[in-house]
């Protein structure tokens, strides 16, 4: 009901009121008060082409999107991230002049228009503001590369055998793992200065020690290999904060596939080594059997250094025995018939070693490690 009342400005009987002023004369008092930045200014990195803004930051080619798609919605992020209002409200951006091509041409001024719509009194209609946001970009080379540039690194990953030298294909499986973690990785915080490979074994340099870490995890999980971190004080900032820098040490195992060992008095090929078990092989009747690591690697003796590689032909089946020519020396002998691998057929070739004047033949689906 309106009737007796009348608009405290204008004298209008036409309500609704609120405040005892009519829609006209309360909206022409009020005033919209949003804070809104009127200019952000992007830096651009000539270098690795990241957009940045105070707290935000993307590179539109780890992202694998268009500079003007990011830009926009950095600007559009930025410029709402603190609007507070007690009346509701709600905005959206008109079209801005921001565009691919004008970006490539080196223009450097955009401009994003957002309209806010208010309604501060329910009996009221809705009304709307316009703002404008001036975008600016400016070229400054951002923080991952100048520390790239100066070798700058919180990490040092160290990939090393357990009392052994990498062999060659775990340098070659370490080094394709870091490569892939760079080429997944969105972040360009991630990065490595320096990777070497010698006769100590794999070493980078890492940008942050969480991306250390990070591949430090991916190695122990895919080489079942262990690792530990320890800290060296390097530097101390001005405001005399230590500055440490965390080394991961990862190392792999001591005995990996194709490793010819002796344990419980028998002799071995490592068929597969996991985080908690070893499985092996055991030359003398070609059976598989898992072994608890720890347990293992207590006793297990290496001997892949003292093996003479030989060939063999497998001649003939006696029974419970069998008939082997050496092909070196063609020299006849019976063997159990269990020392062969159960794939062998009669007539064909098959490789083996002596060790301790005993011959013993290498399953078909594992080879022995090279002499290290
Ligand atoms: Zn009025
Ligand atoms: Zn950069």
Not at 22 to 39: A, R, S, W
Not at 208 to 213: G, S
Request: net charge neutral; with cysteine.
């Amino acid at each position: 009901m309106t009737k007796g009342r009348f608009c405290a400005i204008c004298g209008t009987t036409k309500g609704p009121f609120v405040k005892n002023l009519c829609e006209e004369c309360y909206f022409k008092e009020y005033t919209i008060d949003v804070k809104l930045p009127k200019q952000l200014i992007f830096k651009l990195c000539p270098s690795c082409g990241t957009i940045s803004i105070t707290g935000m930051s993307v590179n539109p080619f780890l992202v694998e999107q268009d500079f003007d798609i990011v830009l926009r919605e950095l600007a559009r992020s930025k410029i709402t991230e603190n609007i507070k209002s007690d009346i509701p409200f709600r905005y959206e951006f008109k079209e801005d002049d921001i565009s691919l091509e004008k970006i490539n041409q080196g223009y450097k001024k955009f401009k994003i228009i957002i309209i806010f719509y208010f309604k501060p009194e329910i009996q009221f209609r809705e009304i709307e503001k316009e703002f404008e946001v001036e975008i600016k970009i400016r070229k400054a080379t951002c923080e991952q590369c100048i520390r790239y540039k100066t070798g700058y690194h919180e990490a040092v990953l160290q990939v090393r055998g357990t009392n052994r030298k990498l062999h060659e294909t775990e340098e070659k499986e370490v080094e394709d793992l870091l490569q892939q973690e760079l080429e997944n990785s969105s972040s360009n915080s991630n990065y490595l200065t320096d990777i070497q490979i010698n006769k100590d074994g794999v070493t980078a340099n890492v940008s942050t020690k969480l991306f250390a870490e990070e591949l430090a995890k991916k190695i122990k999980e895919k080489m079942a290999a262990r690792y530990s971190v320890a800290y060296t004080l390097v530097t101390q900032t001005r405001d005399k904060q230590d500055v440490y820098r965390n080394t991961y040490l990862v190392k792999l195992p001591e005995f990996i596939k194709g490793d010819i060992v002796n344990f419980a008095d028998k002799t071995w090929i490592v068929i597969n080594t996991k985080a908690e078990e070893v499985i092996l092989l055991s030359l003398e009747e070609h059976k598989e059997k898992k072994i608890n690591r720890k347990k293992f690697e207590k006793t297990a003796k290496k001997r892949n250094d003292e093996i003479f590689e030989r060939e063999y032909m497998y001649l003939s089946d006696e029974g419970d025995s069998i008939l082997v020519m050496t092909m070196d020396t063609y020299e006849n002998f019976e063997e159990p018939k269990d020392k062969i691998p159960k794939e062998m057929q009669i007539g064909e070739t098959l490789k083996g070693f002596i060790l301790d004047e005993k011959n013993y033949y290498f399953p078909k689906k594992v080879k022995p490690n090279k002499k290290s």
